[in-house]
Each structure stands twice: as C-alpha cells, then as structure tokens.
C-alpha cells in the first residue's frame, strides 16, 4: 500500500486527469462530480478490512492551498469550470465547424454577449451561458481590422491585423483560473 503522499500524487496527477478530455466535451451533473470526489476521499483515507476508514478532514478542506492548510487538489467543480470558460473562449475565438453550428443555431438575431438562455436550448448551450459573464470580463479585444463588437465585446488596443482577445492577468500578474 503506498503512503498519504504517495496517494495523494495519484490522485492530483492520475485520477483528477483521467475525466479531462469527456470533462473538455460535456459537463456532467453535480451528482457525479460528487460521486468522482467521494471515491478520490475514499482512495486518500483508505480501507481496513473493506471499510472505509475515518476521514480526518473534508475533502473541500483537501482542496484548499498548503497555505491555507490544505493539500493542494483542484476540486472538480473548479476543473469544469476552466474546462467550460475554454469551451466558451473557443466558441468565441476560433472559426470552425462547431462554432459556425452554435452561432448559427443560438446566435442568428443577437451577439453571444447579450444572448438570453432558452429552456429549449441543448445542455451544452445553457453550460455555456452561465460561464459566459465570467469568461467574459476577462477578455480584452484589440481592434485592428474591426471584426469585433463595439457594444459587447471589451475592446482596446492598437491597430494591427486582426482583432484578436488578450486574457488579463490576475492582481499578482499571473495567469489563472480566475484570469480566465
């Protein structure tokens, strides 16, 4: 059996990134995300005579920062959520034949911006949507040739070539998930 720290390596390095690329795709319900989380706890605090044994801290408190005292582990919510504000700065940043769908299917008469969200909208679209107001106000547009949108889109910059957006840094001058 390895030790805690061994474990808890698995679990940052192995087990947190073996859901990213259907995690990239789809979100899935908080059910799950709970279920993922109680089987990392279970695996850190381990078995004695196929029983769980007694979990000394939770695993929102594993999830904090050493500095906090934690250890370190990315919640999975956390995770989705970055994987989701990628989804988003795709959609609204590289041409393709999934863009050109959504935009044609959900954006026809208004921005991506101000777009309301739909009842009858697919899952993928509403996921989108409640991450939008947060990738959003980290995204900068320069305006060069003037393909973006003087209304919604958050806009700067000099005059190159094509307008393209900057991700704004956090107060440290790092990149983060909260930059992003």
């Known amino acids: 059996m390895t030790s805690s720290g061994g474990r808890m390596i698995l679990i940052k390095h192995i087990l947190q990134s073996l859901p990213t690329y259907i995690l990239s795709a789809m979100n899935p319900p908080k059910g799950i995300i709970k279920l993922m989380e109680k089987h990392f706890a279970n695996f850190f605090w381990g078995t004695n005579e196929g029983k769980n044994k007694y979990h000394w801290s939770s695993w929102?408190?594993?999830?904090?920062?050493?500095?906090?005292?934690?250890?370190?582990?990315?919640?999975?919510?956390?995770?989705?959520?970055?994987?989701?504000?990628?989804?988003?700065?795709?959609?609204?940043?590289h041409p393709s034949l999934w863009t050109n769908f959504f935009k044609n299917k959900y954006c026809k008469r208004?921005?991506?911006?101000?777009?309301?969200?739909?009842?009858?909208?697919?899952?993928?679209?509403?996921?989108?949507?409640?991450?939008?107001?947060?990738?959003?106000?980290?995204?900068?547009?320069?305006?060069?040739?003037g393909n973006c949108s003087f209304w919604w889109d958050n806009w700067t910059g000099d005059a190159n070539e094509d307008d393209f957006p900057v991700w704004t840094t956090s107060n440290d001058g790092r990149f983060s998930s909260n930059s992003a």
């Open 110 to 145: 208004a921005h991506p911006v101000n777009k309301k969200p739909n009842p009858t909208d697919s899952h993928i679209w509403r996921n989108m949507l409640k991450i939008r107001d947060k990738a959003e106000e980290n995204i900068i547009w320069e305006i060069q040739k």
């Open 60 to 93: 929102n408190n594993l999830c904090l920062s050493q500095d906090e005292g934690g250890a370190d582990v990315r919640k999975m919510e956390d995770i989705i959520d970055i994987l989701s504000i990628k989804r988003w700065w795709r959609f609204r940043t």
